[in-house]
């Protein structure tokens, strides 16, 4: 993420470590602009303070949230996820997304979805979601479809391995431009991943080796500079080549 440098918000505290109490934002400046608040802040007055430690982050235009490594997901609307499902009632599934809570995701929130074409999922299924609401007072609503109604890339993932992450790493890999073990990675070897904000990670590929290659791989990188994962990777690789 990069700051805006005609953004009211002070220039150090982008991508720097902020603590509960802290005044990252002043609205009176910002007349006639929306601004999208996501985790770890809130509205008070005319400025907007921080309630959770973590890095802020700043998203053009004007998106801001702090972000933490927590094992505990707290659901953000538009956060894409992995849930797994874990019951179906007649009208949703719900699915764990591992949040405080369970989340529903309706019958009818796939893309043509009819009451004729209702899926079925089994017990355990992963799915690839989409929240769209989440509030402190009810459970959190997901979808199968982007916000114009189409499947995109969500929908359920089949085969593969599924691990679980700090919801910093999750955050790191989903970051633009490509997180450099992901880079490092796809330049050695054939895969695809599904990330999930919640911590989840999915990877499949032809060969089980590369599935837990690749695991391996985005594991040990939570802690290691972008220069330190592209050596990981080469050393995995090789450890790899060499058995």
Known sequence: MEADLSNPCPQSLINKNVVPGDVVLDLSSMVNQTVKLGVGLRQECDSLSVFKAGKLRFLKPNKYWVESSHKRYVPSAEDTVLGIVVDSKPDNFLVDIKGPSLAFLPVLAFEGGTRRNIPKFEVGTLLFVRVVKANNS??????????????????????????ETSTGLARMLRRSPTCPVLEALGKKMSFETAIGLNGRVWVNAPAP???????????????????????????????????
Do not use: H
């Open 138 to 163: 009810m459970n959190p609503e997901l979808s199968c479809t982007d916000a114009s109604g189409k499947a995109a890339e969500f929908g359920p993932l089949k085969d593969g391995y599924m691990f």
């Open 209 to 243: 080796s590369t599935i837990i290659l690749v695991s391996n791989a985005i594991i040990n990188s939570e802690f290691l500079s972008g220069a330190q994962q592209r050596i990981m990777v080469e050393k995995l690789v090789q450890r790899f080549s060499d058995a």
